[in-house]
């Protein structure tokens, strides 16, 4: 039989989607279930990414499963020179599942064509994130009761953000509206403008943050990063217009989210923290229930 | 025997194959992808010859050597406007143009320097998302190359 890995969010059929997030849901109602006893999750991290690797190791413990791995490529035999595939090979024969996270984009894709178990993408370079899309995916459904017929405004770096990407991929199927609001420098990239007039969807481009948040039911943060700049200045001048403060959010529908794939700096004020409308911790949670949900799918347990 | 291209007659086959139109300075590129280097019957190839809608084109005639159209095609990246010509006993049996492929496999290099394909021998894959102005999708790292970025091998 085939293995089935999540490597990209397109990989999978809206029916699959829907599958593993009902899963989220049973496990976010009954977290620690017994489903991976006596089965090993390798979590190999080619980068550090804590946050990423907590929430999965957080998601195999509550299933009573065990982890092996490493947290950084300087401590494994890749600072020794060894290649994506040799590392896989070698680590497939120890465990049952892989996480990988790896810097170079494409390498969890040859992952799955050389490994015989199953791999997970937990963020190959600036590629995909799956992982993170399916969680975007589930606290959006949760929070707006439906996926259909949403407007969401992504905020921040979209021209490098990929969890901005893969979600507006994923929302492709969904007649979502779309709003992008950014400065000049970091655009939507024009592929993804393509890819949604073929779909013949609905998206605007802004400048300003308050011009249209009014409209949306999901607003979608981004954190914008000083070294994407060639122009320090450029910086400095757009830093403080993509920051989202409490008395922005006064007109904002009542169903109206905020979400953030987190870490966040400042481009979230921390005086939104305590409005109902701030959900970035909450998606955060339903982070874990979610890769328990794609852990159990994976392997056939659920 | 037909003479209708006095010039470039190099010298006529009996069976074979006749590409012709192909851009000059891509003549070589054309020889390494169809692996002509490897062919054992008569070969001949010409280059700068004067063409009213290529500048200069360059020629190769195969003799005994016939091409299934998925292997012809992936030419299409390097010399979009090529004719070939199917000879049989000294006729012209059939003219072919050839077409960009759904598909390439291998000859085509990522333009992404960050993709897997650059750092680790892996054979290339990528999904032809516009024919008109080619650009390519790579299977591993999910970026676009242009026809101006691309580098055949």
């Given at each position: 039989m085939e293995?089935?890995?999540?490597?990209?969010?397109?990989?999978?059929?809206?029916?699959?989607?829907?599958?593993?997030?009902?899963?989220a849901?049973?496990?976010?109602?009954n977290?620690?279930?017994?489903?991976?006893?006596?089965?090993?999750?390798?979590?190999?991290?080619?980068?550090?990414?804590?946050?990423?690797?907590?929430s999965?190791?957080?998601a195999?413990?509550?299933?009573?499963?065990?982890y092996?791995?490493?947290?950084?490529?300087?401590?494994?035999?890749?600072?020794?020179?060894?290649?994506?595939?040799?590392?896989?090979?070698?680590?497939?024969?120890?465990?049952?599942?892989?996480?990988m996270?790896?810097?170079?984009?494409?390498?969890?894709?040859?992952?799955?064509?050389?490994?015989?178990?199953?791999?997970?993408?937990?963020?190959?370079?600036?590629?995909?994130?799956?992982?993170?899309?399916?969680?975007?995916?589930?606290?959006?459904?949760?929070?707006?009761g439906?996926?259909?017929?949403?407007?969401?405004?992504?905020?921040?770096?979209?021209?490098?953000?990929?969890?901005?990407?893969?979600?507006?991929?994923?929302?492709?199927?969904?007649?979502?509206?779309?709003?992008?609001?950014?400065?000049?420098e970091?655009?939507?990239?024009?592929?993804?403008?393509?890819?949604l007039?073929?779909?013949?969807l609905?998206?605007?481009e802004?400048?300003e943050l308050?011009?249209?948040?009014?409209?949306?039911?999901?607003?979608?943060?981004?954190?914008?990063?000083?070294?994407?700049?060639?122009?320090?200045?450029?910086?400095?001048?757009?830093?403080?217009?993509?920051?989202?403060?409490?008395?922005?959010?006064?007109?904002?529908?009542?169903n109206?989210?905020?979400?953030h794939?987190?870490?966040?700096?400042?481009?979230?004020?921390?005086?939104?923290?305590?409005?109902?409308?701030?959900?970035?911790?909450?998606?955060?949670?339903?982070?874990?229930?979610?890769?328990?949900?794609i852990?159990?799918?994976?392997?056939?347990?659920k | 025997?037909?003479?209708?291209?006095?010039?470039?007659?190099?010298?006529?086959?009996?069976?074979?194959?006749?590409?012709?139109?192909?851009?000059?300075?891509?003549?070589?590129?054309?020889?390494n992808?169809?692996?002509?280097?490897?062919?054992?019957?008569?070969?001949?190839?010409?280059?700068?010859?004067?063409s009213?809608?290529?500048?200069?084109?360059?020629?190769?005639k195969?003799?005994?050597?016939?091409?299934?159209?998925d292997?012809i095609?992936?030419?299409?990246?390097?010399?979009?406007?090529?004719?070939l010509?199917?000879?049989?006993?000294?006729?012209?049996v059939?003219?072919k143009i050839?077409?960009?492929?759904?598909?390439i496999?291998?000859?085509?290099?990522?333009?992404?320097?960050?993709?897997?394909?650059n750092?680790?021998g892996?054979?290339?894959?990528?999904?032809?998302?516009?024919?008109?102005?080619?650009?390519?999708?790579?299977?591993?790292?999910?970026?676009?190359?242009?026809a101006?970025h691309?580098?055949?091998?």
């Amino acid at each position: 039989m085939e293995n089935k890995h999540l490597i990209s969010i397109t990989d999978y059929t809206k029916e699959e989607i829907f599958k593993i997030l009902d899963l989220a849901e049973d496990f976010e109602k009954n977290p620690n279930q017994n489903l991976l006893n006596n089965k090993v999750v390798a979590t190999l991290f080619f980068e550090p990414s804590t946050r990423t690797r907590l929430s999965f190791e957080s998601a195999i413990s509550r299933l009573g499963g065990k982890y092996i791995g490493f947290t950084d490529a300087s401590s494994s035999s890749v600072s020794k020179g060894e290649s994506v595939k040799d590392t896989i090979m070698t680590v497939a024969n120890y465990s049952d599942m892989i996480v990988m996270r790896h810097p170079i984009e494409g390498s969890a894709r040859w992952a799955s064509e050389v490994s015989r178990v199953p791999i997970v993408n937990a963020g190959d370079g600036a590629n995909q994130h799956p992982t993170q899309t399916m969680l975007d995916l589930y606290s959006i459904r949760k929070t707006q009761g439906t996926l259909d017929n949403l407007n969401v405004c992504f905020v921040g770096d979209l021209k490098y953000g990929r969890t901005v990407h893969s979600l507006l991929q994923a929302m492709a199927m969904f007649n979502t509206s779309y709003n992008f609001v950014s400065p000049k420098e970091l655009r939507i990239p024009d592929e993804y403008k393509l890819f949604l007039d073929r779909k013949v969807l609905k998206y605007e481009e802004h400048r300003e943050l308050d011009e249209i948040i009014a409209d949306a039911d999901i607003i979608y943060m981004t954190r914008i990063q000083r070294e994407r700049f060639s122009d320090p200045m450029e910086y400095e001048k757009t830093k403080n217009a993509y920051v989202l403060k409490n008395e922005m959010l006064k007109d904002t529908k009542e169903n109206m989210k905020v979400l953030h794939p987190l870490p966040r700096v400042n481009e979230i004020h921390t005086n939104v923290d305590e409005n109902h409308k701030a959900y970035y911790f909450t998606q955060a949670l339903n982070g874990v229930y979610t890769r328990q949900a794609i852990i159990t799918y994976i392997l056939g347990l659920k | 025997m037909e003479m209708n291209d006095k010039k470039l007659q190099v010298s006529a086959i009996k069976d074979g194959t006749v590409i012709d139109h192909i851009p000059a300075n891509n003549l070589f590129k054309v020889i390494n992808i169809l692996n002509l280097d490897k062919v054992e019957t008569q070969m001949t190839f010409g280059s700068n010859f004067e063409s009213k809608k290529l500048g200069l084109k360059a020629i190769i005639k195969l003799s005994d050597v016939f091409f299934e159209n998925d292997d012809i095609n992936k030419i299409a990246l390097v010399a979009p406007e090529a004719k070939l010509n199917i000879i049989k006993d000294y006729n012209v049996v059939e003219k072919k143009i050839v077409e960009v492929p759904d598909s390439i496999n291998g000859i085509a290099k990522c333009m992404n320097p960050k993709c897997i394909t650059n750092h680790e021998g892996i054979v290339t894959r990528f999904t032809v998302v516009s024919k008109k102005d080619v650009a390519i999708k790579c299977h591993y790292c999910e970026k676009i190359t242009d026809a101006e970025h691309m580098e055949i091998s």
